[in-house]
C-alpha cells in the first residue's frame, strides 16, 4: 500500500519531531545529575593523620620549617616536636610506624 506523498512527510516530520524531543529530555536529564553536588564526606580526624603544608615562601618569614606539617590527631603516637616532612620517603616511614586503623583509615570511608 503506496502512502500519499504528503502523509510520508508528515510522517516523517513527527519521527522526527519525537527524536528531537526524545533528545533533548534525555541531555537535559543527564545534565540535571551532573549539576547534582556529591554529598561532602566530612572526615573524622580523631582517626587519622592530620597534616597541612606549609610553603616555603611562607615559612622563611617565620621561625617554622617548611613542608609537611604534622598535628597530633588521635590515636597516632605523636612525638615531643612538631613534626615537618620534607621528603616521601620520611612521611612514609612515620605511617608506617603508626597503628593499623590509623594507617588504612581512608577519606572515602568516612568514619
Do not use: Y
Amino acid at each position: 500500500m503506496r502512502l500519499h506523498p504528503r502523509v510520508r512527510v508528515f510522517i516523517r516530520r513527527n519521527a522526527i519531531l519525537v527524536l528531537v524531543t526524545w533528545l533533548t529530555l534525555t541531555c537535559s536529564a543527564i545534565h540535571s545529575r551532573a549539576q547534582e553536588q556529591p554529598t561532602p564526606v566530612v572526615p573524622n580526624r580523631a582517626k587519622g593523620i592530620s597534616m597541612h603544608m606549609l610553603p616555603k615562601r611562607v615559612a622563611d618569614l617565620g621561625p617554622m620549617q617548611w613542608g609537611l606539617v604534622v598535628s597530633h590527631a588521635g590515636d597516632w603516637k605523636p612525638q615531643q616536636k612538631e613534626i615537618v616532612f620534607q621528603n616521601t620517603q620520611d612521611f612514609v616511614q612515620f605511617v608506617r610506624a603508626q597503628n593499623r586503623e590509623v594507617q588504612e583509615w581512608r577519606l572515602d570511608r568516612g568514619d
